[in-house]
């Protein structure tokens, strides 16, 4: 597993996921202490000369007037992370938690959030020990950031609190010693350095863009399964339709698709067995293609939130005169830009599911399935075969359109009238995590469902060579349903293979193949 460097500037969502999901290492690159230093020294300078800077040498929201004595800053900062772990309900996934405290440390490296180096050493020393704290997932209204989750993630840095740690909750202090490390005593503004930003949201945001990605991709091979069973009619996949409109993932998609069922000798041709299909196939692209923009538009905004600078205030070192330097007191802890990527990432992943549902639908219904038996079952009546995996599907997608309704456009005013406009970004990144887990098990269902429609057409030797690999997959767990048997065991086998990208990476490495042969 390699090691992820972290500079403030080149972190990527990869980097995100393989330290947060896989357990890489992280480590502090070199050319990043300069800038930390140096932003240091002006807080520090700061508080020498008593200085009045917000968040510094002052209190905090609506006590920004109130100045604090050099003698209690200490105090200040302890003080700050206490009053200000406040969320409730469950503890956030593991994987999420040590995503913010990646991300955290590397928006110190950035250099100007004026945090110790030893601070931000002590929390990547912390992750790299596998001592995850216990973060409740709501409290956050996503400006002035991430303030409640990320407080409980610097308790228990301060030796506070409790903490996942060796497969047990444990209180921090006893982690900590355990793993040879030592509770950081906070100096002036290292409070807000640790918690004023957006890094909980975007933690949220990273995993589940790249989910997301993967996703969007699977449904492209779990929908060509079903064109195939329904002896769907390729014409509406031709480059000079798409190329017609010019949206760039629809393009995309198309020759996606086209590139699946290559070599597939049980789909038509306009005319064959009817002049053309329902929107649910004949539109996969435009529908899908849609969500791969959006989902590449979230992509973006969250791997530039990745390498930003989000407390406040922030301290800007002057190379040419290392005694000057400004601090200026804005608002890049504001979560407007992750919320509006995670309402629409939600509402993208939400319409890969809505319209796999819809295929689910065509395959078990005898009206629509173009000679299937009804409910993709022999004997039907003594068994029920799929009937009741449509109305779960068909649950899970009205649930996502719950879901889907954005939290970006609320906002309450908090700290007595200072904070009055938040952005709700964790809420719009938790909603969208939700999703995705819906939008995956309904894909999973259509991919059992399109299987059995495949064998019982007679099997999988007319598929296409990447579809057929990725049948392969899905069989090696889940058997074809002779008779009735309980389908929660195949639905929770065939949703592991979705997410772990089982499914996707056996319909690639089979297009690579092909790609290799010729």
Known sequence: METVVLDGREASIKDVVLVARYGASAELALEAVPRIEASREIVERCVDESLIRYGITTGFGKFCDVVISRESNALLQRNLIMSHAVGVGDPLPEEVVRAMMLLRANAIAVGNSGARLSTVMALLDML??????????????GASGDLAPLSHMALSLCGMGECSYKGRRVPSADALADAGLEPVELAAKEGLALINGTQCMTAIAALASFDAWKLARTADVVSMLTMQALRGVTDAFDPRVHEARGQFGQIECAANL???LGGSTCVTRQGQERVQDPYTLRCIPQIHGASRDAIG?????????INAATDNPLIFA?????SGGDIISGGNFHGQPVAFAMDFLGIAVAELANVSERRIERLVNPALSNGLPAFLVQDGGLNSGFM???YSAASLVSENKVLAHPASVDSIPSSANQEDHVSMGTIAARKAREILGNARAVIAMELLAACQAVDLRGGPDSLSPATRAAYRVLRSAAPMVDKDRIMQDDIQAAIALVADGAILRAAEDALDASADEE
């Open 318 to 322: 002057n190379p040419e005169d290392p």
């Open 128 to 141: 790299n020990a596998g001592i995850v704290p216990v973060v409740p997932e709501k409290g956050s209204l």
């Open 258 to 260: 086209r590139a699946l």
């Open 297 to 305: 538009y979230a992509f973006d905004v969250v791997s530039r939130e």
């Open 388 to 390: 009741i995996v449509q």
